[in-house]
């Protein structure tokens, strides 16, 4: 969901989080603006961010808790948030120290000190959630606080993208007299230390409020956020915005709405369009008997016809994808384009498939989940069904089962094609290789390529600048593209859509994923 945003070499990143921590200790929180109500349609599926791995639950983490760094807007780099400054202290990047800044507290009035930041980063890891944060930190060894304001983090090995995964949700810090060490917290509350408190949370909405005890870098203009949930309902989220019962939509909205609203320029709504690298893709079972043969996979690859779903299925609102990189990430290439063509080719699919003696239809299916990865999946991936057997080759057809349901399924092997849609937690190309490629990836497909994990990724994460990996990521999406255990299909476009009285949506729809409601007005 970002643009390009490169890790800078040591002495960057050290220069800048030094100035950086010579601005204001205190942030503006006045919150004189008026309440802003919005509606999504994604869940939250959690409010303990040791557990929720999800862009509804980050959406909450980001203005609930606060992480050492964070990600300002539009920037290509973290930079301090409750830290007052944060540096490699080694050359090799496996010891990252941080300071805080004075007189934080959560919104308890209890004070924020390092012991919380280790707690927090330690019941991660103690807990380590299926649906949680902890998979990000495989390289974490542990934690130690000299004193109450310092924090040094030991890596097990050196990870240049450190930095960039404690600015995540990932990252958040919780207070230690709150949240249990080894499970997790079930009570629907969050306390934390970011511009927001939860001041409540339920099936249909949760309220926030302005945190009068933050300090940090946010500037808070609005005196709070009703977000009212939808649960897929896409219809009754567009009547709600053209009612007047909600200020703005985000994330929830059929393509064909935001298109047609786009396109009428309907009175008193303004549709917002940002930067994103959110990307889907088609995921292959690797030890299935069908999806498990190459051949099968070339001959889909061959005939998935990107422009046609996007232009019938999603209206323009997404694009293309022929990578595992999107566009705009370090190490981006055309590998899919390269090797298989943006045209559909029966021929060289069916040559495909003949090659490996398969002379009858291919029967398949497609699985799909009806709201996790945006609310056109299913007509999408009926749409990919219906250009597979339109070339005579296949049998294919789609089923879709509830989120949970689907998790479930595809960690036991049941699915042999199924689809993940990908939010990433930091706009690096190691975000988009290490978790499906890496060891206990999280796409669940049996694939594994000594190549990936024993030499491109553990050599890119020691490279401090980022621009020099372009390389190996372009290797990586070369192995990929031939061995197809998963089949890229789009990168999206970033859309809210308001009304006309409401501002600041420019400012939280960026590269960086996270959604600032402090950037929200309304007037």
């Given at each position: 969901m970002r643009n390009q945003w490169l890790v800078p070499p040591i002495g960057a990143?050290?220069?800048?989080?030094?100035?950086?921590?010579?601005?204001?200790?205190?942030?503006?929180?006045?919150?004189?603006?008026?309440?802003?109500?919005?509606?999504?349609?994604?869940?939250?599926?959690?409010?303990?961010?040791?557990s929720g791995y999800d862009p509804g639950s980050w959406l909450l983490f980001n203005n609930v808790f606060q992480s050492l760094l964070s990600f300002p807007n539009g920037g290509t780099e973290p930079v301090p948030e409750a830290a007052k400054e944060c540096h490699f202290s080694d050359a090799a990047t496996k010891v990252y120290s941080c300071t805080l800044r004075p007189?934080?507290?959560?919104?308890?009035?209890?004070?924020?000190?390092?012991?919380?930041?280790?707690?927090?980063?330690?019941?991660?890891?103690?807990?380590?959630?299926?649906?949680?944060?902890?998979?990000?930190?495989?390289?974490?060894?542990?934690?130690?606080?000299?004193?109450?304001?310092?924090?040094?983090?030991?890596?097990?090995?050196?990870?240049?993208?450190?930095?960039?995964?404690?600015?995540?949700?990932?990252?958040?810090?919780?207070?230690?007299?709150?949240?249990?060490?080894?499970?997790?917290?079930?009570?629907g509350k969050a306390v934390g230390s970011g511009p927001y408190k939860l001041d409540s949370y339920g099936k249909s909405q949760a309220v926030f409020s302005v945190n009068s005890s933050y300090k940090g870098n946010a500037k808070v203009k609005n005196s709070g956020v009703t977000m009212k949930f939808f649960h897929g309902d896409q219809k009754g989220l567009k009547k709600s915005l053209l009612d007047g019962d909600i200020d703005l939509a985000y994330r929830g909205l059929a393509a064909q709405d935001i298109a047609d609203i786009e396109k009428a320029g309907t009175k008193g709504i303004d549709v917002v369009e940002g930067n994103s690298a959110e990307v889907q893709h088609l995921v292959f079972n690797m030890k299935d008997p069908v999806a498990g043969k190459l051949s099968v996979r070339k001959a889909m690859a061959y005939l998935l016809d990107r422009d046609a779903l996007i232009d019938k299925v999603y209206d323009n609102t997404t694009a293309a994808l022929y990578s595992i990189i999107p566009a705009g990430i370090t190490g981006h290439n055309t590998a899919f384009f390269d090797t298989y063509g943006a045209r559909p080719s029966p021929a060289k699919a069916a040559q495909a498939l003949r090659a490996d003696g398969i002379t009858g239809k291919v029967k398949i299916t497609l699985w799909?989940?009806?709201?996790?990865?945006?609310?056109?999946?299913?007509?999408?991936?009926?749409?990919?069904?219906?250009?597979?057997?339109?070339?005579?080759?296949?049998?294919?057809?789609?089923?879709?089962?509830?989120?949970?349901?689907?998790?479930?399924?595809?960690?036991?092997?049941?699915?042999?094609?199924?689809?993940?849609?990908?939010?990433?937690?930091?706009?690096?190309?190691?975000?988009?290789t290490q978790p499906f490629f890496g060891d206990g990836n999280v796409l669940g497909n049996h694939y594994d390529n000594a190549t990936i994990t024993g030499t491109i990724i553990p050599q890119t994460g020691e490279q401090s600048d980022r621009s020099s990996t372009s390389e190996q990521y372009e290797q990586l999406q070369d192995i990929v593209a031939a061995q197809l255990p998963i089949l890229p299909v789009w990168q999206a476009k970033q859309y809210a859509v308001t009304r006309d009285n409401v501002y600041g949506l420019e400012n939280c729809l960026d590269a960086s994923t996270v959604f600032r409601f402090w950037e929200i007005s309304k007037g």
């Open positions: 990143v050290l220069a800048a989080a030094l100035l950086a921590g010579c601005g204001d200790e205190q942030s503006d929180t006045a919150a004189d603006g008026e309440a802003v109500v919005m509606g999504m349609s994604d869940e939250i599926l959690a409010t303990d961010p040791a007189g934080l507290k959560f919104s308890n009035g209890h004070a924020l000190t390092s012991k919380d930041v280790k707690y927090s980063f330690d019941r991660t890891m103690t807990i380590d959630d299926d649906a949680g944060p902890a998979i990000m930190f495989p390289m974490l060894d542990k934690v130690e606080t000299p004193d109450a304001s310092t924090v040094v983090f030991r890596l097990k090995y050196a990870d240049a993208t450190f930095p960039s995964k404690i600015a995540s949700g990932a990252g958040s810090i919780v207070d230690h007299t709150e949240y249990p060490a080894s499970r997790l917290r079930t009570d799909s989940t009806p709201v996790r990865y945006g609310p056109t999946t299913d007509a999408e991936l009926e749409a990919i069904a219906g250009q597979l057997n339109a070339s005579g080759l296949f049998d294919a057809d789609v089923k879709s089962v509830e989120f949970s349901q689907y998790e479930r399924d595809v960690k036991s092997g049941k699915y042999g094609v199924y689809v993940k849609g990908w939010v990433p937690d930091y706009p690096d190309p190691d975000n988009f």
